[in-house]
């Protein structure tokens, strides 16, 4: 148990719709990255948060967004769900810059588009 | 942030040592060296972390030579429940850490 939630844990969508996933980070961690993982693959970054800003961005498009609320936990959208989007989506939570450490993940948010 | 390359796929018997190395030829002077593993449907799961020499815990050791452009992975006595996929991550700090993609990992099956 690492402390870190994630909801819902398995989810099916339609093409074309929207998806909102949570995450509440581990308490104390200030940082929280989301991660695609597709079957087969290894986790993708997505984009970061630190202090409710984003930190970071991976090569996804804009209809993948976040946020991250003043007690740290976050949410990513998918807009406009296509097929590949069919994977494990991964929260990680962790301390502030500069500091050596693990990243704590929760056991993720199954999402199949259809 | 370092690229990382690691063996696809291995094999071992149950009670054997594996090894399991990881190539970061641009690893960067504040980079630390993490190795997570990750059970099928799971999040990843920390083992260790090293910055240079030998970093030893309850589960796992890591190996770094000087030049820190590599690192090795090594797990005693494996038993059934050590198959996994397992990844190494170079980045300074969590934050940069956090930012790095994962690469495809080494699986390991470890047979009875």
């Known amino acids: 148990e690492t402390g870190v939630t994630q909801s819902p844990t398995h989810l099916i969508k339609t093409r074309g719709q929207q998806v909102t996933l949570r995450c509440s980070s581990q308490s104390g961690h200030n940082t929280v990255s989301w991660y695609q993982q597709a079957l087969g693959q290894g986790p993708q970054f997505i984009f970061q948060?630190?202090?409710?800003?984003?930190?970071g961005r991976g090569n996804f498009p804009p209809r993948f967004s976040g946020l991250q609320f003043p007690n740290y936990s976050s949410e990513l959208n998918v807009n406009a769900l296509e097929l590949d989007d069919s994977a494990l989506y991964l929260c990680a939570s962790s301390l502030g810059q500069g500091q050596a450490g693990e990243l704590f993940f929760g056991e993720g948010s199954r999402l199949t588009v259809l | 942030l370092a690229k990382t390359t690691q063996p696809i796929s291995m094999d071992s018997y149950e009670g054997q040592e594996v090894n399991i190395t990881c190539s970061h030829n641009n690893i960067a002077t504040n980079d630390y060296i993490t190795w997570y593993q990750q059970f099928p449907s799971q999040g990843p799961r920390f083992i260790i972390q090293g910055y240079k020499t030998k970093v030893t815990n309850e589960v796992a050791s890591l190996f770094i030579p000087a030049d820190r452009k590599s690192s090795t992975l090594s797990l005693p006595r494996v038993s059934l429940s050590d198959t996994a996929v397992y990844y190494c991550l170079v980045g300074s700090g969590t934050h940069n850490a956090g930012k790095s993609t994962f690469g495809d990992g080494t699986t390991l099956t470890v047979k009875p």
């Open positions: 948060y630190y202090r409710e800003e984003e930190n």
